[in-house]
């Protein structure tokens, strides 16, 4: 059933906008590019096994579901779980001149092969799973990371070796399921659960939080500042930052730190001084270790892994 839509995809633009892959009888994935003047129109045939994750490359791609006529716009800056369990369906997709994207499918049975065990043959975790979204909407919008940022520009040009392509392709799939799987509650979700922070308010609160240390990594404001900030204080800031995003204000930052220092590195070829810079890092010796301590090896040895 993916085969044929890749196949349909194919016949619909120039053999140089188009790339496939099919690492497993049950995963594609498809990374389009239009080249031309005119926008294109195209649909890949849906069918209510599948589930596709959806990613903006350049410019701004719209996405409907035929069925339902649910409309979304995918950008670089986030991308989509997009799935309709209940009926087949059409997923339109309409690409805007210089706009790009990349997708990958897979079936329900592909999703049990990949978790083993403890995902397929456990009934109760593929209801968690497929309840994860609640079906409130058929497109489900995550913010696109760093991380996740890397591991699809690396899906169709981190590898040269054509008899190692597909198990590499599928390596990549299942990186980015073990980081979409093991994400932080979003700030929604936590409102309805969250037993310290009651209020949608205080909710907010630590998303500005989070946004501001984003928005200042290279400057970021100290603790009370930040809580001064946001209009809270530093105790509720801690604790409520931590329930949400897993994490410590300032680990967090780190975290994210280190993994635009990837995507610097690996997505852009920035050079190692200017992406300390770009990072917060004035001094990169002192990039270079926060690195290593974080990856396990230095900038330098990270690129020279994967030439």
Same mark, same amino acid.
């Given at each position: 059933?993916?085969?044929?839509?890749?196949?349909?995809?194919?016949?619909?633009?120039?053999?140089?906008?188009?790339?496939?892959?099919?690492?497993?009888?049950?995963?594609?994935?498809?990374?389009?590019?239009?080249s031309?003047?005119?926008?294109?129109?195209?649909?890949?045939?849906?069918?209510?096994?599948?589930?596709?994750?959806?990613?903006?490359?350049?410019?701004?791609?719209?996405?409907?579901?035929?069925?339902?006529?649910?409309?979304?716009?995918?950008?670089?800056?986030?991308?989509?779980?997009?799935?309709? =369990? &209940? +009926?087949? #369906?059409? !997923?339109?997709?309409?690409?805007?001149?210089? @706009?790009?994207?990349?997708?990958?499918?897979?079936? *329900?049975?592909?999703?049990?092969?990949?978790?083993?065990?403890?995902?397929?043959?456990?009934?109760?975790?593929?209801?968690?799973?497929?309840?994860?979204?609640?079906?409130?909407?058929?497109?489900?919008?995550?913010?696109?990371?760093?991380?996740?940022?890397?591991?699809?520009?690396?899906?169709?040009?981190?590898i040269?070796?054509?008899?190692?392509?597909?198990?590499?392709?599928?390596?990549?799939?299942?990186?980015?399921?073990?980081?979409?799987?093991?994400?932080?509650?979003s700030?929604e979700?936590?409102k309805?659960?969250? =037993? &310290? +922070?009651? #209020?949608? !308010?205080?909710?907010d609160?630590?998303?500005e @939080?989070?946004?501001?240390?984003?928005?200042?990594? *290279?400057?970021?404001?100290?603790?009370?500042?930040?809580?001064?900030?946001?209009?809270?204080?530093?105790?509720?800031?801690?604790?409520?930052?931590?329930?949400?995003?897993?994490?410590?204000?300032?680990?967090?930052?780190?975290?994210?730190?280190?993994?635009?220092?990837?995507?610097?590195?690996?997505?852009?070829?920035?050079?190692?001084?200017?992406?300390?810079?770009?990072?917060?890092?004035?001094?990169?010796?002192?990039?270079?270790?926060?690195?290593?301590?974080?990856?396990?090896?230095?900038?330098?040895?990270?690129?020279?892994?994967l030439?």
């Open positions: 059933m993916i085969t044929r839509g890749l196949n349909l995809l194919k016949k619909s633009l120039p053999a140089e906008d188009i790339k496939t892959a099919m690492p497993t009888a049950e995963l594609g994935a498809y990374q389009l590019q239009n031309g003047k005119d926008t294109r129109k195209l649909e890949f045939a849906h069918e209510r096994m599948l589930i596709h994750f959806l990613f903006g490359l350049q410019g701004e791609v719209a996405l409907a579901a035929k069925d339902k006529g649910e409309e979304v716009e995918l950008t670089p800056n986030r991308y989509y779980m997009f799935s309709n =369990p &209940f +009926v087949d #369906d059409r !997923l339109a997709i309409t690409l805007p001149p210089g @706009a790009g994207m990349l997708s990958f499918v897979m079936s *329900i049975k592909e999703l049990h092969s990949i978790f083993g065990s403890s995902f397929g043959g456990e009934e109760s975790a593929v209801k968690e799973f497929m309840e994860s979204y609640k079906m409130r909407k058929f497109f489900t919008e995550r913010e696109m990371t760093p991380s996740i940022s890397v591991i699809i520009h690396q899906f169709f040009n981190g040269n070796r054509p008899d190692m392509q597909k198990i590499y392709q599928q390596g990549k799939v299942m990186e980015f399921l073990s980081l979409y799987m093991d994400r932080p509650q700030v979700e936590t309805e659960h969250c =037993p &310290f +922070v009651m #209020d949608a !308010l205080e909710m609160k630590i998303k @939080a989070r946004d501001i240390i984003i928005e200042n990594m *290279i400057d970021p404001p100290s603790l009370k500042s930040l809580a001064r900030m946001v209009g809270t204080n530093e105790f509720k800031l801690k604790v409520g930052f931590r329930y949400v995003y897993g994490n410590s204000v300032y680990g967090y930052l780190f975290d994210y730190r280190m993994e635009e220092a990837k995507k610097l590195l690996v997505v852009e070829n920035s050079r190692i001084n200017e992406v300390a810079a770009k990072v917060g890092y004035s001094n990169p010796s002192h990039f270079i270790a926060a690195y290593k301590r974080k990856y396990g090896i230095t900038p330098k040895q990270h690129l020279k892994s030439t």
